[in-house]
């Protein structure tokens, strides 16, 4: 058998669904483990959805998760050119073809007169008008038209689409990898339109005939295209074709977090989540979205949950690398019905990663977001304030949310424990653990936790009264990693500066009851 080679075939629209990554994945993990070809091709030929810049964010987005494809626009690869828009001449040809065998026809239609022909459809009670066998020949098309009329169209340059003739009383069926045996009739589909007046293809006959001059063997893609399909097997047929056709696998959709219904491009704002690889700022705030970049994911664990949206090896292991994806990986295990997509599933997979990270990694990637934050701090603090924060957060970006006390003064105390343990007829108490802290040395957690545990000894206060006051005057919260850590790589002169202002602060909390 001939290697495989599969495509991912986005259109440059803008931001690229979660659902568009799986399938560019699935693809990638395919032609990895057998040894075949990753292409990417843009399907760009609908003009009016173009958006500037769409191209560069698909290669991004890709390259960000690791999945760099063997041949494409910028890629190389020897059946270019990989956009469509450059392959116009090309499907004039195919659409030449189609009219010459008598397989489509010539529509001179206008967008009026479709529109009335759907009206009055609507109102003989018909609420979905279809372009068909039995309505092709009331229309305006070079089927219902004698040859001089039609001559004399396309003479004088009236604009007009080809459209597919569908024949009647047919049985599509093909094997679907995923979803087994799929039959359509012929009677349910519509003429659909294969070259658009402005001389463009539609996207079912650019598809078919760069798949097929691409070499393209297995069909990978979204659950929506499953309809389509049965169109692209008349085509195949049409082109004589059809015993070489490609394989097609069409994935599961994939559903809100809720389990109802088609996860959509607003989901992330509604849920609070990212459905995209990476964030898109579009020209308006509905058009622009955050990514799991943004959101501080791994593009490790993003694949490693991609992978399970829709597919698992049915073993227990639920960690798995790239390698292990390209090995493990299989088609047929990929699931039927719609993959759920569960956020905090996500969040699990990114926080096993960041366990497992090791800590030098782990600086590479959490030094920029410090300067970001315009954080001057040496590398060697950095990597152990990492070492503490590792095992205490879920995306990266919660480094520096959840521990920006390790980098600045507290900007808010946590009221409720202090309220409840704060008194301010401690102070003087407080003052005198302040200055045992001032005088450990050498200022290591050790020391300080000995010195701190003879004062509550000392002072009979008990750890209860006294840990949640150091705690909060250090970072402002309750949760944290190890005090005395903390302590030690804030440094004697922090800790004092941030013990008095916080005993000042619980003074006044305590006064303002
Ligand atoms: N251009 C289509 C898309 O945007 C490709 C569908 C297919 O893979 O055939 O998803």
Request: charged share 30%; with cysteine; net charge negative.
């Amino acid at each position: 058998m001939d290697k495989v080679r599969v495509r991912f075939a986005p259109s440059p629209t803008g931001v690229l669904h979660i659902g568009g990554i799986r399938t560019a994945l699935y693809d990638y993990l395919v032609a990895k483990q057998l040894g075949g070809t990753f292409v990417l091709r843009l399907e760009d030929t609908d003009r009016s959805r173009f958006v500037e810049g769409a191209e560069e964010y698909i290669k991004e987005a890709l390259e960000w998760v690791g999945l760099v494809p063997d041949e494409g626009p910028g890629y190389g690869g020897e059946y270019g050119p990989y956009r469509q828009s450059d392959r116009k001449d090309i499907y004039e040809v195919y659409a030449n073809q189609l009219l010459e065998s008598e397989n489509a026809y010539f529509a001179f239609d206008t967008p009026e007169e479709l529109t009335a022909a759907r009206d009055a459809a609507k109102a003989a009670g018909n609420h979905s008008f279809k372009y068909d066998a039995n309505t092709r020949m009331q229309m305006r098309n070079s089927l219902s038209m004698s040859e001089a009329e039609v001559e004399e169209l396309l003479e004088t340059n009236v604009p007009y689409t080809v459209r597919l003739k569908v024949p009647q009383n047919e049985v599509i069926s093909f094997d679907d990898k995923i979803k087994g045996t799929v039959s359509f009739s012929t009677n349910e589909l519509d003429d659909k339109v294969m070259l658009k007046a402005d001389g463009m293809p539609t996207y079912h006959l650019a598809n078919v005939v760069d798949d097929r001059l691409m070499k393209i063997n297995l069909v990978i893609r979204g659950d929506e295209w499953l309809s389509s399909t049965a169109h692209h097997i008349l085509l195949y047929k049409a082109f004589g074709w059809d015993h070489e056709r490609p394989t097609f696998a069409h994935l599961p959709l994939i559903l809100k977090p809720t389990g109802k219904g088609k996860l959509s491009k607003r989901d992330g704002a509604k849920f609070g989540m990212p459905v995209f690889p990476l964030g898109w700022k579009g020209k308006t705030a509905e058009d622009t979205f955050l990514g799991f970049k943004e959101y501080g994911f791994d593009p490790k664990a993003v694949v490693n949950f991609l992978a399970f949206l829709g597919w698992n090896p049915g073993t227990e292991q639920e960690l798995f690398s790239m390698e292990e994806l390209i090995k493990e990986f299989s088609l047929e295990k990929v699931v039927k019905a719609g993959a759920r997509f569960d956020y905090d599933k996500a969040r699990w997979f990114n926080q096993q990663y960041l366990m497992a990270a090791d800590e030098a990694e782990l600086l590479t990637k959490v030094r920029p977001l410090a300067k970001e934050k315009g954080y001057e701090v040496e590398d060697a603090f950095l990597a152990q304030f990492i070492g503490l924060m590792k095992e205490r957060v879920v995306v990266l970006n919660d480094f520096m949310d959840k521990g920006y006390y390790f980098f600045e003064p507290v900007k808010t105390y946590e009221e409720k424990p202090i309220r409840k343990k704060w008194k301010p007829e401690r102070l003087a108490q407080f003052e005198d653990l302040r200055q045992r802290i001032q005088q450990c040395d050498p200022f290591d957690a050790a020391t300080l936790h000995a010195a701190i545990k003879n004062f509550v000894e000392e002072s009979e206060l008990g750890f209860g009264n006294v840990l949640p006051i150091l705690r909060i005057a250090i970072c402002g919260v309750m949760k944290g990693p190890d005090i005395f850590e903390i302590l030690a790589l804030l440094g004697k002169e922090e800790v004092d500066t941030r013990l008095s202002k916080g005993y000042e602060a619980f003074n006044q909390l305590a006064n303002n009851k």
